[in-house]
Nanobody, 124 residues
Framework: QVQLVESGGGLVQAGGSLRLSCAAS????????MGWFRQAPGKEREFVAF????????YYADSVKGRFTISRDNAKNSVFLQMNSLKPEDTAVYYC?????????????????WGQGTQVTVSS
C-alpha cells in the first residue's frame, strides 16, 4: 500500500507559478512510477505529467509542455510539479498517482494509488 498526500495548491493570477508536492509513504518510493493528473469541474480526469521510477524519463501532456516540469526526490519520497506561466484553463484539482511499473503511463486507469488532490485556481 502506498499513501500519497498532495500540497502546494492555491489561488494564483494568470502568468504566475505554483509548485505542487506529493509526499509518499508505505512502500519503497523509488520502485514507483509517478504521474500528475488534473480534473476540472464537469470534465474527466486528464493526464498532466509522468516521471519514471528512476526519474530519468518524463512525459507531458501537450497542453502543459514547456510550462510544467515534473521531478522527484527519492531520498525524500516526493514528487513535484513546477507549474509556470499558468493559465485560467489550468484551474483544476490536481492529483498525484503511483504505479509500480516501467514504461510511460498516461492513463488514469493504469495507476494503483492516488492522493486526495489539491486545488489550483488561476484567475484571469
Amino acid at each position: 500500500q502506498v499513501q500519497l498526500v498532495e500540497s502546494g495548491g492555491g489561488l494564483v493570477q494568470a502568468g504566475g507559478s505554483l509548485r505542487l508536492s506529493c509526499a509518499a509513504s508505505g512502500r519503497t518510493f523509488s520502485n514507483y512510477a509517478m504521474g500528475w493528473f488534473r480534473q476540472a469541474p464537469g470534465k474527466e480526469r486528464e493526464f498532466v505529467a509522468f516521471n519514471s521510477w528512476s526519474g530519468t524519463s518524463t512525459y507531458y501532456a501537450d497542453s502543459v509542455k514547456g510550462r510544467f516540469t515534473i521531478s522527484r526526490d527519492n531520498a525524500k519520497n516526493s514528487v513535484f510539479l513546477q507549474m509556470n506561466s499558468l493559465k485560467p484553463e489550468d484551474t483544476a484539482v490536481y492529483y498525484c498517482a503511483a504505479k509500480r511499473a516501467i514504461g510511460v503511463l498516461t492513463t488514469a486507469s493504469a495507476y494503483d494509488y492516488w492522493g486526495q488532490g489539491t486545488q489550483v485556481t488561476v484567475s484571469s
